[in-house]
């Protein structure tokens, strides 16, 4: 059944679908009238050949259907979903002569739409450590604007206003012609006094106009400011009234932008110019096997071969085609303690790269670690560098005078060897989110201070939960590391690290679902915002959420703030309740989803005939000192 959001989605597309056939096909599409015969049917695979967002399956689906209703279409993605190049998107059944004339406008439609989203996820993640909101304009598509913007919250951006009716937004036209910022407003409150109205500043001299306007106005925009001025202006508006930021946002400058502070970040490049994702269609004969069915059978075959001497070790968040085939499945905790008992001489771990470290790093000699694709990192471990952290840690010991009596250093697990080994160095140590508790009150116990990297908020959701205030945490900046007195004053120090996964669910997620499953539990990962825990029924680590829901009772409802591939598949493993993702556009860990049935395939295929590929190795130095702040994790576990 769909969702509202796909029936006003395809409400307003089906206009455009109909004058698109009329244009592409118009009498009959001649080619395949003549040389197919009308009784073949055949399979489409709609694949994508680029990295990026997909948006707009419902869209492609119904141009199809419009063209033949007996064609058979399955999603085989999400959209919202990031996709690596060779992914399959879609399979279309159906007479060829339908699938062929249906196929360049589908395709037209997914292109676009899919461009947008990926354009759109690529200025949201550059913000991502920040607390700025990706926000489209009306410069899109005439006629387009339904899809346009539907494809923006794909890609984790959100709305602006639709069109010219659903928000007073009075430019600097509209103050010149009405004689000043406060007669514009009162000119738009009383003829329309539920409308939310924004009001646009070139100056600071208009912006404490603005400011002074009462009731509060909804949102001010800075129009083409410096960034010295947007920080000027931040600091005048302290938190009053949200601030957006407009006019020539690039994908270079947008992270400067957002640093100044600003609440919002307006982006015509979204929608006026997105370069379109990359998408083919290609058809076979039915009775053709599908690929997968063949990846399956020769992993299924390398496992048998290899019997006790391979062991398949898969993150709770990987695909359902790969995590089948896991010998052992679970979380960061569990997958290392499983890796540090591990008899098995080869360790395929379906994961990403971090986690195989920590598996090359517990393991013995002669036991081999590989990956299927060894470029499957994680945004959140490369936040934070050796170098950053090392920075960090010198002017930690230059205002304390000794970081090493002082600080204790911990690094989440999702980070590299050489961050675990600089905790093995200096008498630190590991946590994952399941055990994070512990171990900060290990590391208090030790000494008086602690330096956490590299995401934000576990550290501060695990702070809070122990009982620190907000005034005695700090968040360290790259850019701009804080003053002396503002590190002496802190506990604890904070990296400015996040998950582009769970840093996209928002409080306004919270609300939304209260409101339209009344009653719902709201149960999410503490690697989401400080606002979003603080609203949430039950936060914990992955094993938490699993074992939460195991354990309630059928009928129970629950909106999940995590990796939505765990989330589908707690739906599937749970069908007496109702399990839903928290977030609007469920967010996917796309380099988790790099790991694929081919590349386990081949690594397999390969290890059958003696060939170690993508072995997972740590410098014996690095090893041995991420060993020791990894031994001190797991012997508090
Ligand atoms: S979900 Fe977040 S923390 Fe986990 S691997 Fe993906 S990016 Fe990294």
Redo the contacts with the bound molecule.
């Keep these: 059944m769909r969702d509202d959001a796909t029936e006003t989605l395809l409400t307003a597309a089906r206009p455009l679908i109909d004058l698109a056939l009329a244009e592409d096909i118009g009498r009959g599409d001649a080619t395949s009238r003549a040389a197919l015969d009308p009784k073949l049917e055949m399979c489409g695979r709609v694949v994508a050949k680029a990295p990026g967002v997909v948006a707009g399956l419902p869209v492609a689906e119904d141009v199809f259907l419009s063209v033949d209703p007996t064609v058979c279409f399955k999603p085989q993605v999400s959209d919202g979903q990031e996709v690596t190049p060779g992914e399959l998107l879609a399979l279309v059944t159906g007479p060829a002569a339908s699938l062929l004339a249906a196929e360049r406008t589908a395709l037209n439609f997914l292109q676009r739409m899919s461009g947008i989203a990926t354009l759109t996820r690529r200025f949201v993640d550059a913000v991502s450590t920040t607390g700025a909101t990706i926000l489209d304009t009306r410069k899109t598509v005439p006629g387009h604007r339904a899809l346009d913007k539907y494809a923006v919250r794909m890609g984790g951006g959100h709305n602006h206003r639709h069109s010219l009716f659903d928000m007073a937004l009075i430019k600097d036209n509209h103050v010149d012609a009405a004689g000043g910022i406060r007669p514009a407003v009162a000119r738009v409150r009383e003829r329309y006094p539920r409308l939310p109205v924004e009001v646009e500043v070139r100056d600071l001299a208009e912006l404490g106009q603005a400011l002074a306007v009462e009731p509060p106005l909804d949102r001010i925009l800075l129009d083409n400011m410096d960034l010295a001025t947007m920080r000027r202006a931040v600091a005048q508006a302290a938190g009053r009234v949200p601030l957006e930021a407009s006019g020539g946002v690039t994908l270079a400058g947008v992270a400067e932008i957002a640093a100044t502070g600003v609440d919002l970040i307006s982006v015509g490049a979204l929608t006026h110019s997105p370069p379109a994702l990359d998408i083919s269609m290609k058809v076979s004969h039915l009775h053709e096997p599908e690929p997968s069915e063949t990846h399956r059978a020769r992993v299924g075959r390398a496992k048998a071969r290899l019997g006790d001497r391979l062991i398949i070790l898969g993150h709770h ?1 990987q695909r359902d085609e790969v995590i089948q085939f896991a010998d052992l499945r679970g979380d960061s905790l569990q997958l290392a303690r499983d890796a540090a008992r591990a008899e098995a001489e080869f360790i395929v771990f379906c994961g ?1 790269h971090f986690m195989a470290e920590v598996a090359a790093i517990l393991t013995r000699p002669g036991q081999h670690v590989l990956i299927p694709d060894p470029t499957a990192g ?4 490369d936040t934070a560098t050796l170098e950053a952290v090392e920075a960090a840690w010198e002017r930690l010991a230059v205002v304390t005078g000794d970081a090493d009596a002082t600080y204790t250093p911990v690094t989440y697990v ?1 980070s590299s060897a050489a961050l675990k080994a600089f905790c093995g160095r200096h008498g630190g140590v590991v946590c994952t989110s399941g055990n994070a508790p512990q171990v900060l009150r290990w590391a208090l116990d030790r000494r008086p201070r602690l330096f956490f990297f590299p995401d934000q908020h576990l550290g501060r959701n695990t702070a809070h939960a122990m009982g620190f205030s907000a005034e005695q945490m700090l968040l360290w900046s790259v850019a701009r590391p804080p003053d002396p007195d503002r590190i002496r004053a802190a506990d604890i120090i904070l990296w400015r690290g996040a ?4 840093q996209r669910f928002r409080p306004a997620d919270v609300g939304r679902v209260r409101q339209q499953h009344p009653g719902i539990r709201v149960i999410v990962h503490p ?1 989401c915002p400080r606002g979003v825990v603080e609203l949430a029924d039950d936060v914990g680590s992955t094993a938490h959420i699993i074992n939460r829901i195991a354990a309630a009772e059928p009928g129970a409802r629950w909106a999940v703030g995590t ?1 939505s591939r765990l989330v589908h598949r707690l739906q599937d493993q749970h069908p007496e309740q109702r399990i839903i993702s928290l977030a609007a556009v469920p967010p996917f ?1 796309a ?2 989803g790099q790991i694929t049935l081919q590349n386990l395939a081949f690594l397999l295929d390969r290890l059958l005939v003696g060939e170690l590929v993508n072995e997972v190795r740590v410098e014996a130095e690095t090893a041995r000192w991420a060993r020791l702040a990894l031994d001190r994790m797991l012997a508090l576990a």
């Excluded at 994680?378 to 471990?381: F, P, T």
């Design positions: 968040y990403v994680c945004y959140l471990a999702n998950c582009n996964v769970h690697e990796e860990c380099t988790m």
